[in-house]
């Protein structure tokens, strides 16, 4: 998996444990990702299924992207296709995808970057993989996140934010046996370079066997923790199994606790988890397809609107 990491994470600053008082987060449910294919056929696990919209607010939904071994000629990409109302983040672990809207923004991510994408008031994009890559294969393997927009800024002028693998900040646990990777929000004082709309964090984080990680959560916001490859436990009190294509959602508290088993499979020697949480919105959602609007009359507006046109068209590649 090379999305970013550290020979010594010794050298890297460490993460304080829970002070004095701190409460845990308790689990309050586990769900197992269903898998399918979206675009022109490329294997997804749902990974929020299952999960009552208040629990995600601000959050829509999830998905993992493979992690699949495309041979020469099938890698699979996105066809050109509308969104307004919210915003898209895209976190390539392995492999490369390209980004193209009709507003002349995009560009290419891989191996641990991330292109956070504000559809606001309307655009129409494309995902593909590199001409290259389809005629010679390869690993494909990521995240995309739908991130709600809240009602003042649902119409916001389209924007990009294209964070490079580099500028991740890199932190370890405090016996040193977690990469912690925080794209966006604040963890343990420490910031991550994503810019959001809505207050909140995603964190990509890595545990070698036996490793705990003990990770200060800010207490206004939801917590939700996925596990893209191997297997442990969420949870400090009452620890609940997790396993690749699981989804743990948490309830209030100071910091989440998770612990990665001490024997993994040969193929996932490390438990990988993406941890995801966000001040809730609390305003009302409707939601068809590709649009996140607050009522059903504003997500007919944004069909016509796209019908008539009104989004642009297609650029030509």
């Given at each position: 998996m090379p999305a970013i990491t550290v020979d010594d994470l010794t050298v890297l600053p460490r993460i304080p444990g829970p002070g004095l008082g701190d409460q845990p987060r308790p689990v309050l449910q586990v769900t197992t990702a269903p898998q399918g294919y979206e675009g022109e056929g490329f294997p997804v696990r749902?990974?929020?299924?299952?999960?009552?919209?208040?629990?995600?607010?601000?959050?829509?939904?999830?998905?993992?992207?493979?992690?699949?071994?495309?041979?020469?000629?099938?890698?699979?990409?996105?066809?050109?296709?509308?969104?307004?109302?919210?915003?898209?983040?895209?976190?390539?672990?392995?492999?490369?995808?390209?980004?193209?809207?009709?507003?002349?923004?995009?560009?290419?991510?891989?191996?641990?970057?991330?292109?956070?994408?504000?559809a606001g008031s309307g655009l129409l994009h494309i995902e593909t993989p590199p001409e290259w890559l389809v005629q010679a294969g390869g690993l494909f393997h990521g995240i995309q996140l739908w991130v709600n927009l809240p009602r003042d800024t649902k119409l916001a002028d389209p924007r990009y934010q294209d964070i490079r693998s580099g500028d991740v900040q890199l932190l370890t646990g405090e016996d040193a046996g977690a990469l912690v990777r925080v794209i966006a929000g604040s963890v343990g004082g420490h910031d991550g370079p994503g810019s959001t709309h809505t207050p909140m964090a995603l964190v990509h984080a890595t545990l070698e066997p036996g490793a705990r990680l003990d990770l200060p959560w800010n207490v206004e916001h939801n917590a939700l923790v996925y596990v893209l490859n191997g297997a442990g436990t969420v949870g400090?009190?009452?620890?609940?199994?997790?396993?690749?294509?699981?989804?743990?959602?948490?309830?209030?508290?100071?910091?989440?606790?998770?612990?990665?088993?001490?024997r993994q499979e040969s193929r996932s020697p490390q438990l990988d988890v993406i941890v995801v949480g966000g001040r809730p919105i609390r305003e009302p959602?409707?939601?068809?397809?590709?649009?996140?609007?607050?009522?059903?009359?504003?997500?007919?507006?944004?069909?016509e609107d796209y019908q008539k046109g009104r989004f642009g068209l297609p650029m030509r590649g």
């Open positions: 749902r990974a929020f299924a299952g999960i009552d919209m208040a629990r995600l607010d601000p959050f829509l939904m999830m998905d993992q992207m493979g992690e699949v071994e495309y041979a020469p000629g099938e890698p699979k990409g996105t066809p050109w296709h509308p969104h307004r109302g919210f915003e898209t983040v895209t976190y390539m672990i392995d492999g490369v995808m390209e980004h193209q809207d009709n507003h002349g923004g995009g560009g290419t991510i891989t191996n641990g970057d991330t292109q956070w994408m504000t400090a009190t009452e620890p609940a199994s997790l396993r690749a294509g699981q989804t743990a959602v948490l309830g209030a508290g100071d910091y989440l606790t998770i612990t990665a088993a001490e959602i409707a939601w068809a397809g590709p649009f996140v609007m607050n009522t059903k009359a504003e997500v007919m507006t944004a069909y």
